[in-house]
């Protein structure tokens, strides 16, 4: 999917696709930037998770695998969504203005 946005990024705020928070909807221009920065969490997301899927199901049985699936699930994209509010608090204030 990463690879998909980042082919066909969205042009325009809506509540369908793209990266949508309340902090990346305040503009155009912090919709632009969270959409731009969104493709790679997915990618690297889908990455760790292509990691850790093909790890737990070759070492652990089924029910463990999927366990370990599910939290590393949460965790990628949990923590994708709070690398990008923290690249959003860095270069705009709360109400979606240019810092500095």
């Given amino acids: 999917m990463g690879i998909l ?11 369908f ?5 309340q902090r ?4 155009q221009q912090t ?3 969270a959409n731009q920065i969104g493709p790679d969490m997915f990618i690297r997301t889908g990455f760790f998770l292509f990691l850790i899927s093909a790890f737990a199901f070759w070492f652990f049985d089924i029910r463990e695998a ?3 699936n599910v939290v ?3 965790f990628g ?3 994708g969504v709070i690398l990008c509010e923290g690249k959003l608090a860095q270069h705009f204030d ?3 203005n240019p810092k500095g």
Avoid: E, H, Q
């Fill in 31 to 33: 919709w632009d930037f």
């Fill in 5 to 15: 946005w980042r082919r066909f990024p969205p042009k325009n705020i809506n509540y």
């Fill in 24 to 27: 990346s909807m305040k503009n």
């Fill in 66 to 68: 999927i366990i370990a």
């Fill in 77 to 79: 994209l949990t923590s």
């Fill in 94 to 96: 709360k109400d979606g």
């Fill in 17 to 21: 696709y793209g990266y949508r928070t």
């Fill in 72 to 74: 590393a699930m949460v």
